[in-house]
C-alpha cells in the first residue's frame, strides 16, 4: 500500500515538479513546499470562525470538526430557489496545475452548486484548521446558468506548518456574475497552492478580489478564458508580504473573441526579508478584436532585504485593440512623507499611513461579504 | 522607386478594400539585395577545433588569442542553443555553415589603392563611399566585407587625435595589450550560446579606442556587408571610451537576397570609464527573407555596454528592419555610481518576420540611471516581441529607470509580444513601466487623406510619428535614412 | 520692529542641495502680529527658504541659523517643528492616494494638540471641530472623505492646505506661492481665511512673486529676495514698486548683472 508520504514523494520529483530553471516558477523557491513533511499532515477540525454572525440571507459553511467536510453539510441546507448542490465536474482536477495535482492528494473538503437562471446566492466558505500542521485541500465548483448571480466570500487559513491546496472553478453563463472575494492568511510556516480556473460566457461579469497576508509560500493561479470575449473580468489582488513570506501571483485572461474587458491591479508591499512575484499574462489572439484590457502592477518594496519580480506579458495577434499595462516598484515617496511630517505627523505614522494608503485600493473593492469580515491584524 | 497607387479615400473603413490597397502596395524590393561577383576565398564548411585553429593562423593571432578561441569552442560545444525566445526556425546545422570567407586580394592593403576596386564599387552601390575624393566628410567608415575589413577611412586624422579606430584583426597585431585587456570584459567567452559560438569563430570587426579626455572628431562607423551565401557572419566590435573620452559610432548593414537562410551572430562590447560616453547607434536592413518567409538572415547579436565608471553614459539606439529573425538585446550593466544607460529601439517587422527583442538594464551601483523607449510595428504575419529586464542590485540605491514600450499593429495576423521582467532588491530605487498597443487605424488615414495626404505618405506620418522619441536620438543623417527605410519597409503592408 | 523677542529669526542662513548652494546669507525677523511678503522673481529661492524653516530633507544647512522661539529648530525633525507651530504652506501640495483627508487632518491636529499639553479629539469631537473649521475656508465637506488631496484642483488644494492652518493653529505660517494657480474666487477665499487666521500672537510669511495676493492682505513688511538673499525690506509701498517697475532694478542696485547666475 502506498502511503501518502510515498505518493507526495512521487508528486515532488523533479521529473514532475515545474522546471525552475524557465517559464513560470522561474522566479518561485519550492522549497518550503519540499519542506514540509507528509508523514505528518493530516486534516484538522475546523474552528468556530470569530467573524459576525451571517447577515439575513446569506449561507455560511466552515471546516466541519473531520477538517474535510463542511459544516453545516451542504445537502442539509436549505438553499434559495435555484440552488442545489452538484458534483464537482472532475475536469477541474485534472488541470495540469501543481495545485491540481497535490490537491489530489489530500482529502476535501469539496462543494459543488449549480444556480439555475435567475438564482442568486450569498455564500462563505470560512476553512480554518484548529491545529497546526494542517492539509487542507478544498475543491470548489459554480456552475451559474444564464443571469444567475453569486457573491462568494472565501477565508482561507494556515496554521503553523501547514498546507492548503485549493481547486476554484466556475462556469458563467450570459449575463451571470460572480463576485468572489478571497483572503489567505497563513502563518509563517504555512504553504498555499490556490488554482482558479473561470470560463466566462459572453455578457458574464467575473470579479475576484484576493488579500494574501502571512505564509512562507503562497501561489495563486487564477485564469480565465473568456470563451466568446465579450465579458467582463476584474482583478484586484493585494499581497501583504512580510518576514520570509514568498508571495506569488501568476494570473492568465485569455480573450477567445471579441469585445472582452480586463480590468487588473495588483498591489504588493514587500517588507523585511519576503519576496513577491507577479506574472500576469494576457492573451489577445487574432479573434479578439476590440479587446479593452488594462493591467497594473505596483510594488512598494520597504526593506534591503525583500525582492520583487514582476513579469507583466502581454501577446496580442488582434489590432484593434486598447491594450495597456503599468508596473513601479518603488519605496515610500520622499515628498509624501515630508508633506505628512509637516503637519506633525511623525515618520513612523506617516509610514504607516502611506502604507495603509497604498493597501486601500484593494480593500475598498472588496465584496460587501468579505468587506464585512473584521481586518485587524491584516494592515502593517 | 515603383510609383505607388493611391487609394480611393472613399473605400476607407472597409477592411477588404483597405487590404486590396495593400496587396497592391507590397514587393517593393530589397534594393541592398544584389551579389558582388568576386573571387572569395572560402575554407571548407563545418566547425571543430581545427576549424577554429585554422581561423586563428590565417589572422596571426597571437597566442592569447587563440587560447581564448579554443576556450570558447569547448564551452560552446557543451552548451544548447537558446529556446526560450519568442521564436521559431529549423533547427541549424552547424556543420553546414562555412565559418571563413574573404575576397582575394593582396596580403595586406597599404592603401585604398591597392584594394580590389571591384569592391569600393559595392561599397559605392551601397551609398557608402570609401575613395579619398567620395568619402562622406564627417564620418569615419570601417567597412567589412564578409569576413575581413576591407578599408579604413580618415585612419591618419583619428590618430592625430589618439584615437584608434581599425579592423579587429588590424587592433590584434598593432595593439594586443588592449585586446587582451578589454576583450571579454563584457560579454564573457560563455555568456550564451551565440556569444559562445562568436568567441570560437569570430572573423573581424572593429576596434575604436578613445583615450582620455578626447572628444572623437568625428562620428565612427562600421558598415557589414555579407556577400557570400554560405557563410555565417561572425564580428566583434570593441570600443573603448577612457576617462572623460567620448565617441559616436554608427553601424549599417546589408545582405544579398538568398533563398537560404544566414546565420549572423555578432558580439558588440562597450566599455566605458569615469565621464566617458558612448553612444551607440545601428540601422540594421538584412535581407529579411521573402513574403513567404524564404530566405534572409538570423540575427543573433549580443550587444552589451559596461558602464564601469562614475557617471559614464552608454547609450543604445538601434532601427531593426531587417533579418528574417532577430534574436538581440543590447544591454547596459550600470556599476559606476551615477552612471547612465539607455536603449532607443525601433523595431520593425513585416511578413513572416520574428524580432524578438528588448534589453537588460543591470543597475549595480548607486544612482545609476538607465531609460528604455521601445518601439515595435508588426505587419503582415510576423511576430514582433519586446523581452526586458531591468535589475536593481542591493548596491542600487537611489537608482531610477523609466521604460515605455509601445507597440504598433498593422493588420489582424501580425502578432506584438511584451515580455518585460522587473526585478527590484533595493527599495530606495524606483522602477517605473508603461506599455500600450495601438494599431494604424483606418479612421486616422482617412482623416489625413481626406485633408490630401496620399495613403502612403500618411502611412508614413503616422508611423514615423509613433517612433518620434527614437528618431530624435539618432545622428541626423541617420534619422533620416531611417524614416525612409521604415517607409519602405512598410509599403503594402497596411490594411 | 518690536521690543519683543522675535517668533522666528534667520540668522546668515546658507543652504544647499548637493553642491548647489541655493540661500548665500538670508537675514530674516518675523515677531507675534505681524505678517511679512517675501516677494522675487522665480529660482530667486524663495521657495527653498520656506523648506529649509520646515525641514526639507533634500536641503542641506551649510551655516547660518533658524531660531523659533529663541531656539536653533535645524536638528528638528519637520514633524517636530510643526507640532511646535511651524506650519508650511505648499505651493504644489503632494497628492497621496488611499490616506484619507478626514483621519489624516484628525491625526495631525491631535498631534499638535498634544504637543501643547492639549488633550486628543476623539472622532465625534474632531469631527465637530472640523465642521466649524470648514466654514472658514468654504471647502465642500465631500473632500473629507476623499483620498489626501487627490484629484483635487488647484484651488481645492490651496483651501485644503488652508483648512490644515486653521486647525493647526501654528504660530508661524509660511505660505508658498500661496495664490498660484488660483482663479479671483478661490483667491479670495484663500485671502480671507489667511486673514481670519492672523491675530496678535501668530505672524504670517507670505510668498508671492506676484503682488496679487498682496491686494487682499496687506503685509507690514515686504522683503524682495534674489540669488538667494533678502536684498531689500520696505513696507507695503515696495510691492506696488516692484509690480510697477519688475525685479531687474532690484538687482542693478545690489551690484549684480541681472539674470545670469539665477539659480534653481
Redesign the interface.
Given at each position: 500500500m502506498t502511503t501518502t508520504r510515498d505518493r507526495w514523494s512521487e508528486a515532488l520529483t523533479p521529473a514532475t515538479l515545474p522546471r525552475q530553471a524557465r517559464d513560470s516558477w522561474r522566479f518561485t523557491d519550492l522549497a518550503p513546499l519540499k519542506a514540509l513533511d507528509p508523514g505528518r499532515l493530516a486534516p484538522r477540525p475546523g474552528v468556530i470562525p470569530d467573524l459576525p454572525p451571517p447577515a439575513p440571507g446569506v449561507v455560511r459553511l466552515c471546516l466541519g470538526p473531520d477538517g474535510v467536510s463542511f459544516s453545516p453539510a451542504p445537502a442539509d441546507i436549505s438553499w434559495p430557489a435555484g440552488v442545489q448542490v452538484c458534483a464537482v465536474p472532475p475536469d477541474v482536477a485534472d488541470a495540469p496545475a501543481l495545485a491540481v495535482r497535490l490537491g489530489a492528494l489530500l482529502p476535501g473538503p469539496s462543494l459543488g452548486l449549480q444556480l439555475a437562471p435567475g438564482a442568486r446566492l450569498r455564500l462563505e466558505l470560512v476553512l480554518q484548521p484548529a491545529q497546526a500542521e494542517a492539509a487542507l485541500a478544498p475543491r470548489l465548483w459554480f456552475d451559474l446558468a444564464e443571469d444567475a448571480s453569486l457573491e462568494l466570500a472565501l477565508g482561507l487559513w494556515g496554521p503553523a506548518d501547514s498546507l492548503l491546496v485549493a481547486c476554484v472553478g466556475a462556469r458563467l453563463a450570459a449575463g451571470a456574475e460572480l463576485l468572489e472575494g478571497q483572503r489567505l492568511q497563513g502563518a509563517d510556516s504555512a504553504v498555499a497552492l490556490v488554482s482558479g480556473q473561470v470560463q466566462q460566457a459572453p455578457g458574464s461579469r467575473y470579479g475576484r478580489t484576493a488579500v494574501v497576508s502571512g505564509w512562507r509560500l503562497a501561489r495563486l493561479e487564477p485564469q480565465v478564458c473568456q470563451t466568446e470575449g465579450q465579458a467582463v473580468t476584474t482583478f484586484r489582488d493585494l499581497a501583504l508580504a512580510r518576514g520570509q513570506a514568498t508571495i506569488d501571483l501568476h494570473s492568465q485572461v485569455r480573450f477567445g473573441g471579441p469585445e472582452g474587458r480586463l480590468d487588473q491591479l495588483q498591489r504588493a508591499l514587500v517588507d523585511d526579508g519576503a519576496q513577491s512575484v507577479f506574472n500576469g499574462v494576457v492573451q489577445v489572439p487574432r479573434e479578439a478584436q476590440r479587446t479593452d484590457a488594462a493591467q497594473l502592477s505596483r510594488h512598494l518594496l520597504l526593506s534591503t532585504r525583500g525582492r520583487v519580480d514582476t513579469i507583466p506579458q502581454l501577446e496580442i495577434v488582434a489590432d484593434d485593440v486598447r491594450c495597456t499595462h503599468g508596473a513601479t516598484v518603488s519605496s515610500l515617496s520622499d515628498d509624501e512623507l515630508f508633506y505628512l511630517q509637516s503637519r506633525g505627523v511623525d515618520r513612523v505614522l506617516a509610514c504607516r499611513l502611506l502604507t495603509r494608503g497604498f493597501c486601500r485600493p484593494i480593500f475598498d473593492d472588496l465584496p460587501p461579504l468579505i468587506a464585512a469580515w473584521p481586518s485587524e491584524g491584516l494592515l502593517p | 522607386m515603383t510609383a505607388l497607387p493611391l487609394r480611393d479615400p472613399s473605400s476607407a473603413g472597409t477592411d477588404a478594400a483597405v487590404s486590396a490597397g495593400v496587396d497592391a502596395l507590397v514587393a517593393q524590393p530589397y534594393r541592398y539585395g544584389f551579389v558582388t561577383d568576386i573571387e572569395t576565398e572560402k575554407i571548407a564548411k563545418g566547425l571543430s577545433e581545427d576549424v577554429v585553429r585554422l581561423i586563428s593562423a590565417k589572422k596571426n593571432e597571437p597566442a592569447f588569442l587563440l587560447d581564448f578561441r579554443l576556450r570558447a569552442f569547448r564551452l560552446w560545444q557543451r552548451m544548447a542553443e537558446p529556446d526560450w525566445a519568442a521564436v521559431s526556425y529549423p533547427p541549424i546545422d552547424y556543420q553546414d555553415i562555412v565559418y571563413w570567407a574573404a575576397p582575394r586580394q593582396q596580403a595586406r592593403k597599404a592603401s585604398l589603392d591597392e584594394v580590389d576596386p571591384v569592391l569600393l564599387e559595392t561599397f559605392d552601390k551601397l551609398g557608402i563611399p570609401l575613395t579619398e575624393q567620395k568619402r562622406l566628410a564627417n564620418v569615419a567608415v570601417d567597412a567589412v566585407f564578409d569576413s575581413v575589413s576591407i578599408a579604413t577611412t580618415y585612419r591618419e586624422k583619428l590618430a592625430e587625435h589618439g584615437v584608434i579606430f581599425c579592423s579587429f584583426g588590424e587592433a590584434v597585431a598593432e595593439h594586443p595589450d588592449l585586446i587582451e585587456r578589454w576583450l571579454g570584459s563584457v560579454v564573457p567567452i560563455a555568456d550564451n550560446y551565440f556569444a559562445a559560438l562568436n568567441s570560437a569563430v569570430f572573423s573581424d570587426g572593429s576596434f575604436v579606442y578613445i583615450p582620455k579626455g578626447v572628444t572623437c572628431p568625428m562620428d565612427l562607423s562600421t558598415y557589414f556587408r555579407i556577400n557570400s551565401g554560405d557563410t555565417g557572419q561572425f564580428e566583434r566590435t570593441l570600443i573603448v571610451a577612457e576617462e572623460g573620452a567620448s565617441v559616436t559610432y554608427l553601424e549599417g548593414c546589408t545582405a544579398p537576397m538568398f533563398d537560404t537562410n544566414q546565420l549572423h551572430a555578432a558580439v558588440v562590447e562597450l566599455v566605458a570609464l569615469d565621464d566617458a560616453s558612448i553612444r551607440y547607434s545601428t540601422v540594421q536592413n538584412w535581407y529579411a527573407g521573402d513574403e513567404n518567409g524564404k530566405g534572409g538572415i538570423y540575427n543573433f547579436v549580443t550587444k552589451r555596454g559596461l558602464c564601469k565608471g562614475a557617471r559614464s553614459h552608454i547609450s543604445w539606439t538601434q532601427v531593426e528592419t531587417g533579418s528574417a529573425i532577430t534574436w538581440k538585446y543590447p544591454s547596459c550593466v550600470l556599476v559606476g555610481e551615477d552612471s547612465v544607460g539607455e536603449f532607443y529601439s525601433v523595431a520593425l517587422t513585416n511578413n513572416r518576420q520574428q524580432a524578438d527583442t528588448g534589453t537588460k538594464m543591470v543597475h549595480v551601483g548607486p544612482r545609476t540611471r538607465s531609460t528604455i523607449v521601445s518601439k515595435g510595428i508588426s505587419a503582415g504575419q510576423s511576430s514582433n516581441s519586446y523581452r526586458g529586464l531591468v535589475q536593481m542590485g542591493p548596491r542600487a540605491v537611489g537608482a531610477r529607470n523609466y521604460s515605455q514600450c509601445d507597440s504598433m499593429l498593422i493588420g489582424d495576423q501580425a502578432a506584438a509580444n511584451t515580455y518585460p521582467t522587473i526585478r527590484s532588491q533595493q527599495p530606495e530605487a524606483t522602477v517605473e513601466h508603461e506599455a500600450s498597443t495601438c494599431r494604424l487605424s483606418e479612421d486616422q488615414l482617412f482623416y489625413l487623406q481626406s485633408r490630401g495626404i496620399a495613403f502612403e505618405e500618411a502611412v508614413s506620418m503616422m508611423v514615423s510619428g509613433f517612433c518620434r522619441d527614437v528618431f530624435s536620438q539618432l545622428p541626423l543623417e541617420f534619422a533620416a535614412e531611417a524614416d525612409k527605410l521604415l517607409a519602405l519597409k512598410l509599403e503594402g503592408s497596411v490594411g | 520692529m518690536s521690543d519683543r523677542p522675535p517668533l522666528l529669526e534667520i540668522r546668515g542662513l546658507r543652504a544647499a542641495v548637493g553642491d548647489l548652494e541655493i540661500l548665500r546669507g538670508v537675514d530674516l525677523c518675523v515677531h507675534a502680529g505681524e505678517i511679512h511678503a517675501v516677494m522675487g522673481r522665480n529660482g530667486s529661492g524663495k521657495s527653498t527658504l520656506s523648506k529649509v524653516i520646515?525641514?526639507?530633507?533634500?536641503y542641506r544647512v551649510t551655516a547660518g541659523q533658524i531660531l523659533y522661539r529663541g531656539q536653533d529648530v535645524a536638528d528638528l525633525?519637520?514633524?517636530e517643528?510643526?507640532?511646535a507651530g511651524l506650519?508650511?504652506g505648499?505651493q504644489y501640495?503632494?497628492e497621496?492616494?488611499?490616506?484619507s483627508n478626514r483621519?489624516?487632518l484628525r491625526?495631525?491636529t491631535n498631534?499638535?494638540r498634544l504637543?501643547r499639553g492639549e488633550e486628543e479629539l476623539d472622532t465625534f469631537s474632531f469631527d465637530d471641530h472640523l465642521e466649524q473649521r470648514l466654514a472658514l475656508v468654504k471647502m465642500d465637506p465631500s473632500f473629507l472623505d476623499r483620498?489626501?488631496n487627490e484629484g483635487f484642483s488647484g484651488g481645492e488644494k490651496k483651501r485644503n492646505e488652508i483648512l490644515?492652518m486653521a486647525l493647526?493653529e501654528p504660530a508661524v505660517a509660511i505660505l508658498d506661492e500661496t495664490d498660484s494657480g488660483l482663479d479671483i474666487d478661490a483667491l479670495r477665499i484663500v485671502a480671507e481665511g489667511v486673514r481670519q487666521l492672523a491675530g496678535p500672537d501668530n505672524a504670517t510669511v507670505l510668498i508671492t512673486h506676484y503682488q496679487r495676493l498682496l491686494e487682499a492682505i496687506t503685509p507690514q513688511y515686504v522683503h524682495v529676495m534674489a540669488h538667494g538673499r533678502l536684498l531689500r525690506t520696505g513696507g507695503p509701498e515696495l510691492a506696488l514698486e516692484l509690480e510697477r517697475r519688475g525685479y531687474d532694478w532690484v538687482d542693478a542696485e545690489a551690484g549684480l548683472g541681472s539674470r545670469e547666475d539665477v539659480a534653481v
Open positions: - | - | 520646515a525641514g526639507h530633507p533634500s525633525a519637520p514633524e517643528r510643526a507640532r506650519f508650511l505648499f501640495p503632494v497621496i492616494p488611499g490616506v483621519e489624516f491625526v495631525a498631534a499638535r504637543a483620498s489626501l490644515q493647526l
